[in-house]
């Protein structure tokens, strides 16, 4: 099994800056691909960022790119979402998501992400 761990989250001020950490915990081997998840008040999970296993490979929603970027440290069992030029429709609880199969493409989709995380929380005043 494995847990993953969001923190960073918190209140911030429109063109701010934050940067979002997810910690894995356990079976952590077993994982692949890395991703980011936001849900915003009476709106749809939607897909912001992954990243491939190597870390040498990414993808980004089209209204994040250019501001946010996905990493990860496998040696830390880490994955890291920093995220610039904050906008308010940006508000919403983030989460962190692992594969648990090993593909050969990015996915950007919910079902194709086994371990998901509570959420963190982050708020864009105007």
């Known amino acids: 099994q494995v847990r993953l761990v969001e923190s960073g989250g918190g209140l911030v001020q429109a063109v701010g800056s934050l940067r979002l950490s997810c910690a894995a915990y356990?079976?952590?081997?077993?994982?692949?691909?890395r991703a980011w998840f936001r849900q915003a008040p009476g709106k749809a999970r939607e897909f912001v960022a992954a990243?491939?296993?190597?870390?040498?490979?990414?993808a980004y929603a089209d209204s994040v790119k250019g501001r946010f970027t996905i990493s990860r440290d496998n040696a830390k069992n880490a994955t890291y979402l920093q995220m610039d030029s904050l906008k308010p429709e940006d508000t919403a609880v983030y989460y962190c998501?692992?594969?648990?199969?090993?593909?050969?493409?990015?996915?950007?989709?919910?079902?194709?992400?086994?371990?998901w995380g509570q959420g963190t929380q982050v708020t864009v005043s105007s």
């Open positions: 998501a692992a594969d648990s199969l090993r593909r050969p493409y990015i996915p950007t989709m919910q079902r194709h992400y086994y371990y």
């Open positions: 990243i491939s296993w190597t870390g040498s490979n990414t």
């Open positions: 356990g079976r952590t081997f077993t994982t692949y691909a």
